[in-house]
Nanobody, 116 residues
């Protein structure tokens, strides 16, 4: 059984930083195209950043320059370093893994709240 377990969310003040982690088990992490998504209350889920097995990176415009996605294949772990956080970054952040179509996996989400 495949599991994606996120951690690292929490409450942070505007301008602060968080580093999210997602540990993947039960499948071959190396071949997965990984990404972070977020969903704010009343909003659709949206892509934040992604990283391919060949380390090709993609960022949503709203985080480009403020966030860095990375992966450690030896640890089967995905990361998202977020800096200069804004109140509008408040959302549940989900880890996503995509294998050979139509295989995909989702984590349970971790809450990020940016507030003073």
């Amino acid at each position: 059984q495949v599991h994606l377990v996120e951690s690292g969310g929490g409450l942070v003040q505007p301008g602060g930083s968080l580093n999210l982690s997602c540990v993947v088990s039960g499948t071959d992490f190396v071949i997965l195209h990984m990404g972070w998504y977020r969903q704010a209350p009343g909003q659709q889920r949206e892509m934040v950043a992604s990283i391919s097995p060949r380390l090709n990176l993609d960022y949503a415009d709203f985080v480009r320059g403020r966030s860095t996605i990375s992966r450690d294949n030896a640890k089967s772990t995905l990361y998202l370093q977020m800096n200069s956080l804004k109140p509008e970054d408040t959302a549940v952040y989900y880890c996503h893994g995509k294998g050979v179509f139509p295989t995909e996996y989702w984590g349970q989400g971790t809450q990020v709240t940016v507030s003073s």
